[in-house]
């Protein structure tokens, strides 16, 4: 059989005694191709009987690059054999072992069958709940990884960083374009163009360090307390329920920065469970409160048990134009309002088929966000109408 041409990523697969090892890298450096090497001539080699399963968000996207990569392997090295591919469910025997290929949004597959290792491919595109769901069913086997999971770092504030690389089972690496010894130069030259191109994806893509995703809508830092000389804008109410969390925020302004302190965020609260949250929290009835105006009763029932408590300017654009009108401060949250923070992170632009990032924010992580919105519309000078954009 042909020489295997491997990089470092084959010798950190082959050397670890960690559950979950966690590749990140740029472009190009090999992860994901020197993983299904070390699969197919080393885990499957070694062991006969067990299920590898590979992972990716969308079966598009799996077929196109981590799926091709595995057969093109098999058809190089002369071992694929037609018997032992299962096309239809996308599955091939190699050894006695069951490769499977899985994309993430077949949710009965996700929580079907156990496997011995899984391979999450491009992981940071699934979600933490996935993540979960599928290391609950690997069972792994001693002297090898469970969880292999490969990424390119373009989100800074990813599950990975906050639940799994933390880990004291879990092994980090980070590779680049210069481990890959077999690639070409101009592909070389293409990667080291990004250095005076775009700084941002030469950090990502280049380097394999963890760059702020470009669809994120806000920059935001944390705070661990509102500076005293601030002034108070308003408070802001996003109804809830069962599946929405009814939230309120405070807000603050001090020169150029606005400042956000997350009051409640709790799910099944009723309206006079907020009236006694209100009165656990020190308001006075003097305070004002801009609620989501879709819910008239609701604003007039806390206006009854006392509370001043007015619906929030809403309508066409108003979105964009709340979002425009935050965008012309430095924002800062305080540490203690988690889910704040959370939102803050993963409150992206939509993009659309060709990565395009459009004027409209997904309609997700934005309870608290459309309450401060809420707080501050009629109380700050009002944006741009028209002129708000993505930036």
Same mark, same amino acid.
């Given at each position: 059989?042909? =020489?295997?041409?491997?990089?470092?990523?084959?010798?950190?697969?082959?050397?670890?005694? &960690?559950?979950?090892?966690?590749?990140?890298?740029?472009?190009?450096?090999?992860?994901?191709?020197?993983?299904?090497?070390?699969?197919?001539?080393?885990?499957?080699?070694?062991?006969?009987?067990?299920?590898?399963?590979?992972?990716?968000?969308?079966?598009?996207?799996?077929?196109?690059?981590?799926?091709?990569?595995?057969?093109?392997?098999?058809?190089?090295?002369?071992?694929?054999?037609?018997?032992?591919?299962?096309? &239809?469910?996308?599955?091939?025997?190699?050894?006695?072992?069951?490769?499977?290929?899985? &994309?993430?949004?077949?949710?009965?597959?996700?929580?079907?069958?156990?496997?011995?290792?899984?391979?999450?491919?491009?992981?940071?595109? @699934?979600?933490?709940? &996935?993540?979960?769901?599928?290391?609950?069913?690997?069972?792994?086997?001693?002297?090898?990884?469970?969880?292999? @999971?490969?990424?390119?770092? *373009?989100?800074?504030?990813?599950?990975?960083?906050?639940?799994?690389?933390?880990?004291?089972?879990?092994? #980090?690496?980070?590779?680049?374009?210069?481990?890959?010894? #077999?690639?070409?130069?101009?592909?070389?030259?293409?990667?080291?163009?990004?250095?005076?191109?775009?700084?941002?994806?030469?950090?990502?893509?280049?380097?394999?360090?963890?760059?702020?995703?470009?669809?994120?809508? #806000?920059?935001?830092?944390?705070?661990?307390?509102?500076?005293?000389?601030?002034?108070?804008?308003?408070?802001?109410?996003?109804?809830?329920?069962?599946?929405?969390?009814?939230?309120?925020?405070?807000?603050?302004?001090?020169?150029?920065?606005?400042?956000?302190?997350?009051?409640?965020?709790?799910?099944?609260?009723?309206?006079?469970?907020?009236?006694?949250?209100?009165?656990?929290?020190?308001?006075?009835?003097?305070?004002?409160?801009?609620?989501?105006?879709?819910?008239?009763?609701?604003?007039?029932?806390?206006?009854?048990?006392?509370?001043?408590?007015?619906?929030?300017?809403?309508?066409?654009?108003?979105?964009? @134009?709340?979002?425009?009108?935050?965008?012309?401060?430095?924002? #800062?949250?305080?540490?203690?309002?988690?889910?704040?923070? =959370?939102?803050?992170?993963?409150?992206?632009?939509?993009?659309?088929?060709?990565?395009?990032?459009?004027?409209?924010?997904?309609?997700?992580?934005?309870? *608290?966000?459309?309450?401060?919105?809420?707080?501050?519309?009629?109380?700050?000078?009002?944006?741009?109408?028209?002129?708000?954009?993505?930036?």
């Amino acid at each position: 059989m042909t =020489q295997i041409q491997t990089n470092i990523v084959w010798e950190h697969l082959e050397d670890t005694q &960690s559950k979950i090892v966690i590749l990140q890298g740029g472009t190009r450096s090999g992860k994901t191709f020197n993983s299904m090497l070390w699969l197919i001539f080393s885990y499957a080699q070694r062991h006969t009987g067990k299920t590898i399963t590979i992972f990716r968000a969308t079966y598009p996207a799996l077929r196109a690059t981590v799926m091709r990569d595995f057969f093109d392997i098999l058809k190089e090295y002369d071992i694929y054999k037609e018997s032992n591919h299962n096309k &239809s469910n996308s599955e091939y025997m190699l050894n006695g072992n069951l490769f499977e290929f899985v &994309s993430v949004d077949q949710s009965s597959r996700l929580k079907g069958r156990k496997r011995n290792l899984a391979f999450l491919n491009e992981c940071n595109e @699934m979600t933490y709940d &996935s993540f979960t769901q599928i290391i609950f069913r690997t069972i792994g086997v001693d002297g090898d990884p469970s969880i292999i @999971m490969d990424y390119n770092p *373009s989100d800074e504030y990813s599950w990975i960083y906050t639940k799994v690389k933390n880990r004291d089972d879990a092994q #980090f690496t980070i590779t680049t374009y210069k481990d890959n010894k #077999f690639l070409e130069q101009s592909l070389v030259d293409e990667i080291e163009r990004l250095k005076d191109t775009d700084p941002d994806y030469w950090r990502v893509y280049g380097l394999g360090q963890v760059g702020r995703n470009r669809a994120t809508v #806000f920059k935001f830092s944390e705070c661990e307390e509102i500076p005293p000389n601030a002034k108070l804008v308003a408070r802001g109410l996003d109804w809830g329920f069962v599946n929405d969390p009814s939230v309120l925020v405070a807000t603050y302004v001090l020169d150029n920065n606005l400042y956000i302190d997350e009051l409640f965020y709790d799910y099944a609260m009723t309206n006079r469970d907020i009236h006694n949250k209100l009165l656990q929290l020190g308001l006075t009835r003097q305070d004002e409160i801009f609620a989501d105006s879709s819910e008239p009763k609701s604003i007039d029932e806390l206006h009854r048990f006392g509370w001043n408590c007015k619906p929030a300017t809403k309508g066409k654009d108003s979105i964009l @134009m709340g979002i425009d009108l935050m965008k012309r401060y430095n924002i #800062f949250v305080t540490s203690r309002s988690a889910n704040t923070v =959370q939102e803050f992170r993963n409150y992206k632009w939509i993009e659309d088929k060709n990565g395009n990032l459009l004027n409209k924010p997904f309609d997700r992580f934005n309870h *608290s966000i459309d309450s401060i919105r809420y707080s501050i519309f009629k109380k700050l000078s009002k944006p741009n109408v028209g002129k708000y954009a993505i930036r």
